[in-house]
T-cell receptor, first 113, second 117 residues
Framework: DAKTTQPTSMDCAEGRAANLPCNHSTISGNEYVYWYRQIHSQGPQYIIHGLKNNETNEMASLIITEDRKSSTLILPHATLRDTAVYYCIVRVALETSGSRLTFGEGTQLTVNP | GAGVSQSPRYKVTKRGQDVALRCDPISGHVSLYWYRQALGQGPEFLTYFNYEAQQDKSGLPNDRFSAERPEGSISTLTIQRTEQRDSAMYRC???????????????FGPGTRLTVL
């Protein structure tokens, strides 16, 4: 799996958009970008994933650059409950289930009131 | 529906003892994963199963660690002759075979906090 680089920590004001960057310059053509987050001591939670097109779901938006070497996770209106460690993960998404997740250090996002 | 469950939630043991950690995945999920997480770090992959077959055990740190999933549902991670360095949160996750926009999504359990004294 390609290595990812994320800032160690970020702050965001409640109600504002949180933009979390991730660099994955060695990504391969068949690798997807996944984002998970981990709130305090809970298990990681899936947020979104994409290959090359921008993606949006009920939780967030994912913007992937044209060369696919970096991406940004956007939480459009951050709330205090979005305070968590956010992990950017690159891996092959197989047609059949089963593939490890390789977590890095992640970004600690703190949403301030 | 019920999520991934793990038991026990907390386990304190003495060095040299064996421990067995249990994971009950989401019903019908084909794949089951084990991760270990040290304080302040991201989860570290240990092993995973598709049905009852162990597909990848490259993350198991040494031969004191083993895992099984004999009937393709519940899994047990066993650590023999525990050492203090084995202390960590052990997390289990499962995922479905179903195709769709969120296939390969892994659902994590609450974890078992293992403390080796």
């Amino acid at each position: 799996d390609a290595k990812t680089t994320q800032p160690t920590s970020m702050d965001c004001a409640e109600g504002r958009a949180a933009n979390l960057p991730c660099n994955h310059s060695t990504i391969s053509g068949n690798e997807y970008v996944y984002w998970y987050r981990q709130i305090h001591s809970q298990g990681p939670q899936y947020i979104i994933h994409g290959l090359k097109n921008n993606e949006t779901n009920e939780m967030a938006s994912l913007i992937i650059t044209e060369d696919r070497k970096s991406s940004t996770l956007i939480l459009p209106h951050a709330t205090l409950r979005d305070t968590a460690v956010y992990y950017c993960i690159v891996r092959v998404a197989l047609e059949t289930s089963g593939s490890r997740l390789t977590f890095g250090e992640g970004t600690q996002l703190t949403v301030n009131p | 529906g019920a999520g991934v469950s793990q038991s026990p939630r907390y386990k304190v043991t003495k060095r040299g003892q064996d421990v067995a950690l249990r994971c009950d995945p989401i019903s019908g999920h084909v794949s089951l994963y084990w991760y270990r997480q040290a304080l302040g770090q991201g989860p570290e992959f240990l092993t995973y199963f598709n049905y009852e077959a162990q597909q990848d055990k490259s993350g198991l740190p040494n031969d004191r660690f083993s895992a099984e999933r004999p009937e393709g549902s519940i899994s047990t991670l066993t650590i023999q002759r525990t050492e203090q360095r084995d202390s960590a949160m052990y997390r289990c996750a499962s995922s479905s075979l179903l195709a769709g926009p969120r296939y390969n999504e892994q659902f994590f359990g609450p974890g078992t906090r293992l403390t080796v004294l």
